[in-house]
T-cell receptor
């Protein structure tokens, strides 16, 4: 039981490039989340998916899109990366009220 | 808006001492609270949780206390070990607009355990 997995672990992009961050969970959870974590800011919700087939905006959705591919997988896409999107990105899934996090993707946009 | 905050941004303790990390919350409607531990370069790890109908909950070497009167949450770590060094942050769950679940996170306290 791997829990929540994320790929890649690290990524460096140039401004304007696009990429997709992958997330998968093997706990059969319905709800999944994408957060970004910046120094002094805490975790901020980007997008979430309450169940397979649904997605909703969180606190900071601008510049991102998501896809809930199936119950296991929830991807985050940056269409045109900007330096302001340099951050650590965490995916989480939820069982009842508790969220469980993946190991994160550290993204740098130059 | 509602937010979760921490009283102390850093805490340094000696190995073997007990540690207490505090958290204040402002939303009286919050009914569930979680403590996470985040080691450097890793994702947040669930430690312990508590519901608003409880005042205290114990785990292995950890205890969470909830004081709803003053909207205060604390995490106590007994016999702190070097492996406990990490950032600890609390989160509160609120429900708005029916079943619209929301989890709000504090910024964290860095715990350093000195050998």
């Amino acid at each position: 039981n791997a829990g929540v997995t994320q790929t890649p672990k690290f990524q460096v992009l140039k401004t304007g490039q696009s990429m997709t961050l992958q997330c998968a969970q093997d706990m059969n959870h319905n709800s999944m989340y994408w957060y970004r974590q910046d120094p002094g800011m805490g975790l901020r919700l980007i997008y979430y998916s309450a169940s397979e087939g649904t997605t909703d905006k969180g606190e900071v959705p601008n510049g991102y899109n998501v896809s809930r591919l199936n119950k296991r997988e929830f991807s985050l896409r940056l269409e045109s990366a900007a330096p302001s999107q340099t951050s650590v990105y965490f995916c989480a899934s939820r069982r009842e009220d508790t969220q469980y996090f993946g190991p994160g993707t550290r993204l740098t946009v130059l | 808006g509602e937010s979760v905050g921490l009283h102390l941004p850093t805490l340094s303790v000696q190995e073997g001492d007990n540690s207490i990390i505090n958290c204040a919350y402002s939303n009286s409607a919050s009914d569930y609270f979680i403590w996470y531990k985040q080691e450097s370069g890793k994702g947040p790890q669930f430690i312990i949780d508590i519901r608003s109908n409880m005042d205290k909950r114990q785990g292995q070497r950890v205890t969470v206390l909830l004081n709803k009167t003053v909207k205060h949450l604390s995490l106590q770590i007994a016999a702190t070990q070097p492996g406990d060094s990490a950032v600890y942050f609390c989160a509160e769950k609120t429900v708005s607009g029916g079943s619209n679940y929301k989890l709000t996170f504090g910024k964290g306290t860095l715990l350093t355990v000195n050998p």
